[in-house]
């Protein structure tokens, strides 16, 4: 910490923080103030889809903040109308709500939910959620993540959230009651270390949730904008789910989330859903530049293959030192170690200027800027791969 950097201590100490301050980034590429550079397979949590400062979303800031910062929620602005209208035609969604967080973006869905259910089903307000889930830190969103962490915190719950097993149908079957009103997943579970539900299970919950008349929510905060291989996951399996959200990659790193519902079930009336900034034409401007670049199908089709290379990659390293699978799809990928050495990996790796994310403690997970290189792909495994050799964990394995 150098003279001019202001106390640690006058921020919450919510989390472990290594003791380095951020001062700029460019691409796949972070800065600190002692001026020594790290390699971002991070990128804010899967949030910079685009890298660090990309000229596309700087350019569309300066612009927009130079020409109107926020009319007031209750008038329409030019940003949120052309996003709107570019994401409704871009999926299978007829309307969009925009908030600020993901979590945010998912108690809209929850409250849609419950919303659809006094309408439509007689008050049906029960929605199942999967263990291992995560969506957010709300107190509903809590209590709709399946994350054993949070089981003993915060009571009482919300109650309404009833936990099935990925990619296993009947135990979703076996909680569907009278007082069901919708099923909700990750169709990757992300922060549970990468686990994703296979595309039969998606088929099969499509039309199960269909029999019965539920509404399936995608949450897409994590795998949604690109970051698959495909502009969203639910193409993958072809199906269309009713409610989804986005956060993380659709601001490429500034506040801007989505609820986005069919017709079907867009069913708010006024006075329902709101929030001082929502649509503000500042993180509405960012959101299309972003949605902009990452929809063309030459950047989705370079996404893919970066994956890819990154997957076969990351094969190899894990045949060279024992170690196990590795999970997931387009550029959320995760590499089983065998043992619960994640953040010693990753703390290492951070002195070594490679910032790396350990989910759970056997895990690594990596989440790089969708544009990112063969070369920077091959920085990275030769700096985990000498990590790996120095730390001898093939011989732990072993
Ligand atoms: C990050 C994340 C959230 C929460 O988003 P915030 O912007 O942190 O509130 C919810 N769901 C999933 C799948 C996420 O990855």
């Known amino acids: 910490m150098t003279d001019a950097t202001p106390s640690f201590d006058a921020l919450m100490d919510i989390t472990a923080r290594p003791k380095a301050v951020f001062v700029r980034g460019k691409g796949s590429y972070l800065w600190d103030d002692s001026g020594k550079r790290y390699l971002d397979f991070v990128q804010g949590w899967a949030v910079n889809c685009l890298g660090h400062s990309p000229d596309a979303i700087a350019d569309a800031l300066a612009v927009q903040s130079a020409a109107l910062l926020t009319p007031s929620p209750a008038f329409y602005n030019a940003p949120s109308l052309k996003l709107a209208n570019a994401l409704v035609e871009k ?17 809209g869905a929850i409250k849609l939910a419950r919303k659809y259910g006094s309408l439509n089903k007689g008050g049906a307000h029960e929605i ?28 009482p719950k919300v109650a309404g959230f009833r936990k099935a097993k990925l990619n296993d149908l009947d135990s979703v079957k076996a909680l569907i009651s009278p007082a069901t009103v919708a099923v909700m997943l990750e169709p990757v579970q992300g922060e549970a270390g990468v686990w994703p539900a296979t595309d039969q299970f998606l088929q099969e919950l499509r039309a199960l949730t269909r029999e019965y008349g539920l509404l399936l929510i995608f949450d897409e905060i994590q795998t949604g904008v690109g970051r698959t291989g495909k502009l969203f996951h639910y193409e993958h399996a072809g199906i269309e789910p009713d409610i989804m959200t986005l956060g993380k990659g659709i601001g490429g790193g500034v506040p801007l989330a989505v609820l986005m519902a069919t017709d079907k079930a867009s069913c708010f009336a006024h006075g329902d859903q709101g929030g001082t900034f929502n649509g ?14 990452v929809s063309k199908p030459e950047f ?27 999970r997931g799809r387009g550029l959320l990928l995760a590499l089983d170690l065998k043992l619960p050495v994640g953040a010693s990996i990753v703390a290492q790796a951070f002195q070594q200027g490679l910032l790396l994310n350990s989910p759970q403690p056997d895990a690594l997970r990596f989440m790089p800027a969708l544009n990112v290189t063969r070369a920077e792909i091959s920085e990275m495994i030769d700096g985990l791969d000498a990590i790996l050799l120095k730390s001898g964990v093939a011989r732990q394995v072993a």
């Open 128 to 155: 199942i959620t999967f263990e291992g889930g995560f969506h957010g830190r709300t107190l509903a969103t809590m209590s709709a993540s399946g994350k054993k962490a949070f089981e003993p915190l915060f009571e």
């Open 91 to 107: 999926s299978c969604f007829d309307q969009v709500f925009f908030c600020n967080s993901g979590a945010e973006a998912n108690e």
């Open 280 to 293: 503000n034409p500042l993180m509405c401007a960012a959101g299309l530049a972003v949605l902009n670049e």
């Open 300 to 326: 989705l089709k370079a996404a893919a293959d970066a994956g890819q290379f990154l997957e076969s990659e990351l094969q190899k390293l894990s045949a060279r030192h024992g170690l196990g699978e590795v």
